[in-house]
């Protein structure tokens, strides 16, 4: 394939968070934590499980604490929660979690209801809490939500995306995630938002979120990896999507991902199959079939 900058991308699993968060059915922590030990077992050593948010904004996620205690701690593994403020910062301390991801976002009217608060308080809260995660061991990230298009105002500039990408990296960010929050990008917009926050962030590594919304996803997972992202996030079954995004459903699948990804001669470290098996189990769990195509269609070539 022309243009591959690496031949590996790390997978950070987000159905326990992202995938659950806009789900009708609540599953208890018991079962929340199976599906992180499956995935775990599947060879995701990155998994997004929790978020420290109001519950009764998100009720889904209203037992961050019970489902962080009842996981094995485990040195090749890390858990990661969403934070959007000092409070949630102080749980994920409490909590024991070695990795947290704060969501700045692009625009005005997404900012005030996702989170109640200005696009710049978004950037600002990341500002504060970064150096004091760093000051307590804890690793922080920041996904910018909204990357590729608002689902209120629209077209979302490029500069404001790289703007907030590079005032990220300079408050110690160890990641930058680009996110299209709700599935609006095509593969020539990946490419050059990518690219363009690549210029600002340095070293810091890149990692880009992507949902199936309008069924760009793995087209646009195809152009992040051409340009060399270092990670993607995605969800089993394809599972989930933003409560506060109206129509915005589906993560890309896992396991469709880590398909599209093999048969290109990049490596993820994980079992295929494996991650196939889960996505049966989720929709018991859930009670209705899920968006993902490999598990109904199998692998190719057959085992």
């Not at 680009?178 to 363009?196: F, H, N, Y």
């Not at 993902?292 to 199998?298: D, Q």
């Amino acid at each position: 394939m022309s243009g591959m900058v690496h031949r590996s991308v790390e997978i950070v699993e987000v159905s326990p968070r992202d995938g659950l968060q806009s789900e009708d059915t609540i599953l208890d922590a018991r079962t929340k934590i199976e599906l992180i030990t499956r995935a775990v077992d599947a060879g995701i050593r990155r998994v997004e499980v929790c978020s420290f948010v109001n519950p009764k904004r998100v009720p889904q996620m209203a037992d961050a604490e019970e489902v962080l205690a009842g996981l094995p701690a485990r040195d090749d593994v890390t858990y990661i929660g969403l934070v959007l403020n000092q409070r949630g910062f102080e749980r994920a301390v409490e909590a024991g979690l070695k990795e947290i991801n704060v969501v700045a976002i692009t625009t005005e009217t997404f900012a005030q209801r996702n989170q109640g608060t200005t696009s710049e308080g978004t950037v600002a809260a990341f500002e504060a809490i970064a150096p004091l995660a760093i000051e307590a061991g804890i690793r922080p990230t920041l996904t910018v939500s909204a990357s590729f298009g608002c689902p209120y105002e629209g077209e979302v500039p490029v500069e404001r995306v790289v703007e907030i990408a590079r005032r990220g990296a300079e408050a110690g960010a160890a990641e930058i995630a680009l996110a299209d929050s709700i599935g609006a990008a095509v593969p020539t917009d990946v490419t050059e938002r990518l690219r363009a926050a690549r210029e600002v962030i340095g070293g810091t590594a890149l990692r880009a979120h992507f949902h199936n919304t309008r069924n760009t996803g793995l087209a646009n997972a195809y152009a992040a990896v051409e340009v060399g992202v270092d990670a993607l996030d995605a969800s089993l079954g394809g599972i989930g999507g933003c409560p506060f995004a109206p129509n915005a459903t589906g993560n890309i699948p896992t396991e469709d991902l880590v398909y599209l990804l093999d048969r290109m001669g990049v490596d993820t470290g994980l079992d295929l199959q494996a991650l196939a098996d889960v996505v049966p189990w989720i929709e018991t769990q859930l009670g209705k079939r899920v968006p993902g195509l490999l598990s109904k269609a199998g692998l190719f070539p057959a085992a």
